[in-house]
């Protein structure tokens, strides 16, 4: 499970047999999360963790499903499986269940072919039964703790020689060349 705070800039890797992870409450902190996430990720009730500055991105190989009773999730969900908005399977039930609408402050992606199953319905069809408020935040979350411990090159263009430094010896070593 996700600790109880997230502090600075954090990677979770939730491995194991299964590997599932269930959120079933808000962690609490400002830092910023990336949770890999092995198996399914099951999100058993809202998950409203962020501010202006930070947030949780997860990284799914399973399903990814949220339940019904859920009604707000403040992340990016990346999967590898398919993103069921109702329930695990919604899309193969003969009716779709009803539930409250779903405000996703973030992004859904699906690194697969399976196509996020969008699976909520709701008694008054005048209003959207999910809500995705596209986050801009998570692409410069991204940025920095990917991008924190990378190396920059670059290419020096002239006929300038590279300065070069005699070898340091260790005493007692034998030396090569004179």
């Known amino acids: 499970s996700l600790p109880a705070t997230i502090a600075d800039q954090t990677v979770y890797f939730v491995t194991g047999v299964p ?21 399914q990720l099951n999100f058993n009730s809202n998950y409203t963790y962020g501010t202006a500055t930070s ?15 859920v009604t707000q999730i403040n992340a990016v969900l990346i999967s590898s499986g398919t993103i069921f908005t ?10 779709p269940p009803s539930a409250s609408a779903l405000t996703i402050s973030g992004s859904l992606v699906s690194l697969s072919s399976n196509p996020i199953m969008f699976c909520r319905t709701r008694t008054d069809n005048s209003q959207p039964a999910e809500i995705i408020i596209h986050q801009p935040k998570y692409l410069v979350i991204l940025k920095t703790i990917f991008s924190a411990t990378l190396q920059k090159w670059s290419e020096i263009a002239g006929n300038e020689p ?13 030396t090569i060349g004179t």
């Open 19 to 39: 590997g599932d992870l269930t959120i079933t409450s808000t962690p609490s902190g400002s830092g910023t999360a990336i949770v890999f996430v092995e198996g």
């Open 55 to 69: 947030g949780t991105t997860f990284v799914v190989r399973g399903n990814i499903n949220i339940d019904p009773a």
């Open 86 to 95: 109702a329930g695990a399977g919604c899309a193969r039930n003969s009716a």
């Open 162 to 174: 590279i300065p070069t430094q005699a070898p340091a010896t260790v005493p007692g070593a034998p």
